[in-house]
């Protein structure tokens, strides 16, 4: 029987620091969570920068994981299981992100754009801040302008589909 995992669990976009920049976490999970992973910022309440350490094709920490990833569902997650998407449906669209994200990182790769963040989320607003920025100044390329409007139509795919935005 297919359910919400067997999409959820493959796709790992939340995970891999596609949807999501950071997970905040509780003061009371940190303990549990300070021996499975590395956590910033430890006194009150900690967060991990994402891709997460325990994503590989898959969570392997899935029943000690955080509150905030536990709870979070994301759009395409709800049209599923509202059955407004179907299962095929809903792994093309993720299959999409995916080949969208690759194809971007394999352009800004070849143009030499050097990003500090290991996280794609954020890896992608710095990125649409310099693009914007060499446009605005009318310094960007046409490989610029090329890059500039991937990163827009990633952005509106997975605000249209999961309900988040890159930035």
Do not use: W
């Amino acid at each position: 029987m297919i359910d919400s995992s067997n999409i959820c669990l493959p796709c790992g976009l939340c995970c891999d620091g596609t949807l999501i920049g950071y997970v905040q976490l509780d003061r009371e999970e940190l303990h549990v969570l300070k021996d499975l992973m590395e956590i910033e910022g430890t006194h009150e309440n900690g967060f991990f920068l994402q891709p997460c350490s325990n994503y590989c094709d898959g969570c392997t920490i899935y029943s000690d994981r955080p509150k905030q990833c536990d709870n979070f569902n994301c759009g395409l997650l709800k049209s599923f299981e509202q059955k407004e998407l179907n299962y095929d449906s809903a792994t093309e669209v993720i299959k999409l992100v995916k080949q969208k994200k690759a194809g971007i990182e394999k352009k800004f790769t070849a143009l030499g754009f050097e990003l500090k963040s290991k996280s794609f989320h954020f890896k992608m607003v710095e990125l649409n801040k310099l693009l914007q920025k060499k446009k605005s100044v009318a310094s960007a390329t046409q490989n610029d302008l090329e890059l500039l409007s991937d990163l827009e139509q990633l952005d509106s795919l997975v605000s249209h589909k999961f309900g988040v935005s890159l930035y």
